[in-house]
């Protein structure tokens, strides 16, 4: 593969990543928000038990939902050594600075004409 294409899927990567890590975490900061604003107001819509427990379940779909988002994406912008398979995403940084396998220390990029 070449130094760019490899480039490229990360880029998409780290932009999916963002995606699946802000999304989620809007389930908890959005109603977070709402309640703050709520407080300010001195009035809200629920009583403080429920605004608890809104707020914890927020914070306990977080994890699987990010989970599943960033597990999906590794499988989908994976890119794998071709000589040991293992993922080169997840030690992108040593991958581009020497163009080796993290892993095998194998060249898996291949010179740029
Ligand atoms: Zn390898």
């Known amino acids: 593969m070449t130094q760019e ?3 490229k899927r990360i880029r998409s990567f780290r932009r999916f990543g ?3 890590f802000f999304g989620p ?3 908890f900061v959005g109603p977070l928000c709402f309640f703050f604003l709520c407080d300010l107001l001195k009035w ?3 009583g403080k038990d429920a605004e608890l427990y809104i707020l914890s379940s927020g ?3 977080f994890f699987p939902i990010a989970g599943i988002l960033i597990y999906w994406g590794e499988r989908r912008y994976r890119v794998l050594c071709p000589h040991c398979g ?3 995403i997840t030690h992108y940084p040593v991958v581009l ?3 080796k396998c993290a892993n095998c220390q194998k060249p898996v990029v291949e010179a740029s004409a």
Do not use: D, I
Request: glycine share 4%.
């Open 18 to 20: 963002l995606v699946a």
């Open 5 to 7: 294409f490899l480039e």
């Open 25 to 27: 975490a809007a389930l």
């Open 97 to 99: 600075a020497t163009g």
């Open 59 to 61: 914070v306990f779909a």
């Open 86 to 88: 293992q993922s080169l």
């Open 44 to 46: 809200s819509p629920v």
